[in-house]
């Protein structure tokens, strides 16, 4: 699944092509993804010329001058970007076609991604308005989650992965960030020191900067001469996660799996207390 350095790497590769571009047209082909598509509404970005794009948690907003378009990659979405039109895939839902003839093609095969108009003021929209801060725009994210950890009971892994507390801590990098600032994850969140919420901000934000570099590499090496360029997915080398019963990195004991809030989490007993 698409976390929080895919989107970003995504968002970053999809500006370079679309910046100053105007989108021509809209072909939906299944509009039946997380949320229906709405070709009226999405109409508003034709003509539209691309200001920029932005990113709010796994977000990425398209923006012009009409207003905002949002795009989500769900748990298994990605984009190509097309040179010249070939023939379509399985689950290949949308295309937009940029004044350049470029076709951005969505190709979601579980079908939970979802391209939305949310009009002038995105921040607004019902989708983005509850969600916590930014973690690599939050100076004081230590901070930030001792103080709303306050009365919470619930473990600190679910606590981190509550989007409307902090956004963008995913599964993978909830595990990583916990193993790196030695805090076992079924920790209570109230049970956590301030010293220690400042150590795994810490943790959160270099472990999500080095994905995002690791991520810019891949589509550096990427070949442009395919005419095809898929992204959004990238290898990590990771402490932790889907590590089961091999050895933690630091200290050699087994690295163990429970569930936690529905989710498996990784850990070393050893390192994280
Ligand atoms: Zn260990």
Same mark, same amino acid.
């Given at each position: 699944?698409?976390? $929080?350095?895919?989107?970003?790497?995504?968002?970053?590769?999809?500006?370079?092509?679309?910046?100053?571009?105007?989108?021509?047209?809209?072909?939906?082909?299944?509009?039946?993804?997380? !949320?229906?598509?709405?070709?009226?509404?999405?109409?508003? $970005?034709?003509?539209?010329?691309? +200001?920029?794009? #932005?990113?709010?948690?796994?977000?990425?907003?398209?923006?012009?001058?009409?207003?905002?378009?949002?795009?989500?990659? @769900?748990?298994?979405?990605?984009?190509?970007?097309?040179?010249?039109?070939?023939? $379509?895939?399985?689950?290949?839902?949308?295309?937009?076609?940029?004044?350049?003839?470029?076709?951005?093609?969505?190709?979601?095969?579980?079908?939970?991604?979802?391209?939305? !108009?949310?009009?002038? /003021?995105?921040?607004?929209?019902?989708?983005?308005?509850?969600?916590?801060?930014?973690?690599?725009? /939050?100076?004081?994210?230590?901070?930030?989650?001792?103080?709303? #950890?306050? @009365?919470?009971?619930?473990? %600190?892994?679910?606590?981190?992965?509550?989007?409307?507390? %902090?956004? @963008?801590?995913?599964?993978?990098?909830?595990?990583?960030?916990?193993?790196?600032?030695?805090?076992?994850?079924?920790?209570?969140? /109230?049970?956590?020191?301030?010293?220690?919420?400042?150590?795994?901000?810490?943790?959160?934000?270099?472990?999500?900067?080095?994905?995002?570099?690791?991520?810019?590499?891949?589509?550096?090496?990427?070949?442009?001469?395919?005419?095809?360029?898929?992204? @959004?997915?990238?290898?990590?080398?990771?402490?932790?996660?889907?590590?089961?019963?091999?050895? &933690?990195? &630091? &200290?050699?004991?087994?690295?163990?799996?429970? %569930?936690?809030?529905?989710? #498996?989490?990784?850990?070393?007993?050893? &390192?994280? +207390?």
């Amino acid at each position: 699944m698409p976390e $929080l350095p895919e989107v970003e790497v995504t968002k970053q590769s999809l500006e370079q092509h679309l910046q100053g571009q105007c989108i021509k047209s809209i072909n939906i082909r299944e509009k039946r993804l997380r !949320w229906d598509l709405d070709q009226t509404t999405l109409n508003s $970005l034709l003509g539209q010329r691309i +200001h920029n794009l #932005s990113r709010r948690g796994k977000y990425i907003l398209i923006n012009t001058e009409a207003g905002s378009a949002l795009l989500h990659l @769900g748990m298994s979405g990605s984009i190509g970007i097309l040179e010249n039109d070939r023939p $379509l895939k399985k689950h290949d839902h949308f295309d937009l076609i940029m004044s350049s003839n470029q076709i951005i093609r969505f190709n979601d095969p579980r079908r939970f991604g979802s391209f939305i !108009w949310a009009g002038k /003021n995105p921040e607004a929209h019902k989708l983005l308005n509850k969600l916590g801060p930014e973690p690599l725009e /939050n100076n004081d994210l230590g901070t930030h989650l001792y103080r709303l #950890s306050k @009365g919470r009971k619930t473990s %600190v892994k679910a606590f981190i992965m509550n989007a409307q507390i %902090v956004v @963008g801590v995913g599964n993978i990098y909830a595990s990583e960030a916990l193993f790196i600032s030695g805090i076992h994850p079924k920790r209570k969140a /109230n049970r956590i020191s301030k010293k220690r919420y400042e150590r795994l901000a810490t943790a959160i934000q270099e472990t999500l900067t080095k994905s995002i570099e690791m991520g810019g590499t891949t589509l550096r090496d990427f070949s442009y001469s395919q005419g095809e360029e898929k992204i @959004g997915y990238f290898k990590q080398e990771l402490f932790t996660y889907g590590r089961t019963g091999a050895e &933690c990195k &630091c &200290c050699r004991s087994l690295v163990r799996q429970m %569930v936690l809030s529905g989710r #498996s989490s990784f850990y070393c007993a050893n &390192c994280q +207390h």
